[in-house]
């Protein structure tokens, strides 16, 4: 398999944005960042964040107050000006009894980027604000088709990718959420069997803030022969945030969170991993470089990083998964 190059107007770097004239971004260092927390206070503890994290992710207290406070901050606001919004229409519309739809917040970047763990503490963070008490957390893999229709459709190899999602039941699961509807349901994906779990769902009954998180969130679709115009996931966002941080560093979290799991999760006989508890360390990290290139860094070039300039905050990652840069929105 060949790796893919990334196409030529994607640029690798946020510093192209920040050169440009035009650009649609304000830019952060973590420090300046960091002080429009003003006075959020902290409400984790160092051991919940150590419970939130992902295995390999070192993120600590002082990055949540660092990084995540002045988010979390700048999301309620955003939240709480949704629903000002939602009350003047009603007042203009004069309807009342009107149900207020979920704020959806969608989070995309590349596999092993730390998705999961930023998802996890917002959650938290946002669940302390008095405007959105009720926040929940869907991650996209549930709606990945299961091994046995990728393995018929010769997928397995690029799970991941656009075509191994059930992009129709992906939809048809946000548009239920944005119509309000109550306990709306979510498949769910096991990272133990590599699988969907059958007949296992996570029910969503219109919390006030829900956290959509994937590598494929801010993607959009080919535009059918037909001229149909076609929903994109990012429709039903309120606000969503890209997780960027160089290849090279993406690359080293993966395989050495790969050897990590050999000692851990790849133990269980039930894993699907697991006989890569028991190879040799090299063939371990061959194969961890394997699945790297040419499944994941492929998708990384290919349809994950393009969709970067979509998202309204991007935070790029340096080493050790700390933030050094945002970039936020121009409004
Ligand atoms: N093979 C695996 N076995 C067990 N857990 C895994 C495996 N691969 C990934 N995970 C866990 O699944 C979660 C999602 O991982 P991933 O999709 O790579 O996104 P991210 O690293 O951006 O959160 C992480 O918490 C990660 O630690
Ligand atoms: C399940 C994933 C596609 C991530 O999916 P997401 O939660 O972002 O929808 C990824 O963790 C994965 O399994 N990639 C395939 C190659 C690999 O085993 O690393």
Redesign the pocket.
Known sequence: MTTATRPADVPETLDHFQANDYSPYHFYSSEEWARFRADTPLTLTADEVHRLR???DPIDLEEVRRIYLSLSRLLSSHVESSQLLFEQRNRFLSMSDVAKTPFVIGIA?????????TARILKELLARWPSSPKVDLITT?GFLYPNSVLIRENLLNRKGFPESYDIGALLRFLSAIKAGLPNVKAPCYS??T?DVLPNEYKVIDRPDILIFEG?NVLQSRDLPADGKIVPMVSDFFDFSIY?DADETLIHRWYVH?FMK?RQT?FRDPN?Y?HRYATISEQEALDIAEDLWTNINLKNLRENILPTRPRADLILQKGENHLVEKVALRKL
């Not at 970047?109 to 763990?117: N, Q, R």
């Open positions: 992902s295995i390999d970047g590349s596999v092993a980027v730390g998705k999961s763990t893999d990272h133990l590599y590598i997780i969170r799991l999760a894993s991993f």
